[in-house]
């Protein structure tokens, strides 16, 4: 082998080396252009035509329970007994309810109520779950066993037995009893999630080399571990959104829900199942709107997954 390496090095000579003009940037050349995570991920997402058709679909629909009731001269709560049980017409898009009250009014007004228990339920769920998981998974050892004991013990409480006791507590059922009632007991998966992430990624070199610095634990955690769960986490939060619109409309449909005169997709359908056989289009147009908003969000989030997973980057 020595000899074959004394017999390459000896034909060798200045002449076999050949100058590269400054003018040349050929070496410089690069295949593919250098570019971030989150700008890889917009990319690829962008491919999936059926994520962005359920993006702009949640978009138009965001769009019309903000500016839906400009459009209508009518209020929610108005009530016109003239007009009880009207028809889809040019004054009223959607018809009227059994009150006489614009169903296309209501049904924006009501949309807010679901996306904003769905969109806040969720990200309140992540947040306090994404922290609860990260100390469990950091500490480990004792810490670990009792904060994952905790958890067990609180999701083998029923959901629904924790909202009757919370709302017959608080004597009212509006959107912040809502919002509490649900997510007492809805960090519980992101933590269980977030703390098995975790359990992979603090023993890798980038955390030894920040607890040998003197870096804190908290500091660790928000800097380091976190970021590095972050598209685990906003994929968490787009399946959990309408996770939360469905409880929602479940709990007004049993008559658990928001209370009267504000509105909510679910309390609508409630309503209008007492009269479905004779005025169908009533629980029509709210059922439409919870079906389409959750598909929209499931869909999405298969999208997102798709293009933040980087095992799947081409």
Known sequence: MSDVNTNTMATLS??????IPAADKSAEFMARPKITYWSDAWRRFKQNKVALVAGVMLLLLILMVIFGPMLSPYAYDAINRDLRHA???TEHWFGTDELGRDI????????????????CGALISAI?????GAISAFAGGAVDNIMMRIVEILNSVPYLLVIILLQLYLRERNLGTMLIALTITGWLGSARMVRGQLLALKNQDFVLA????????MRIILSHLIPNTMNIIIIAITFDIPGYIF???FLSFIGIGIESPMTSWGAMTSIAQQSFLFYPTEMLFPSLMIAITMLSFVLLGDGLRDALDPRLRD
Do not use: H, N, Q, W
């Not at 200045?14 to 100058?19: A, E, G, L």
């Not at 306090?128 to 609860?132: A, D, P, W």
């Open 104 to 119: 296309f009014t209501r049904i924006c007004v009501g949309g807010r109520v679901s996306i904003a228990i769905g969109i």
């Open 210 to 217: 920040a607890r040998t610095l003197g870096v804190s634990p």
């Open 87 to 89: 028809p889809p017409s």
């Open 247 to 249: 409880a929602e409309a």
């Open 14 to 19: 200045p002449d076999s080396f050949k100058p």
């Open 128 to 132: 306090v779950g994404t922290l609860y």
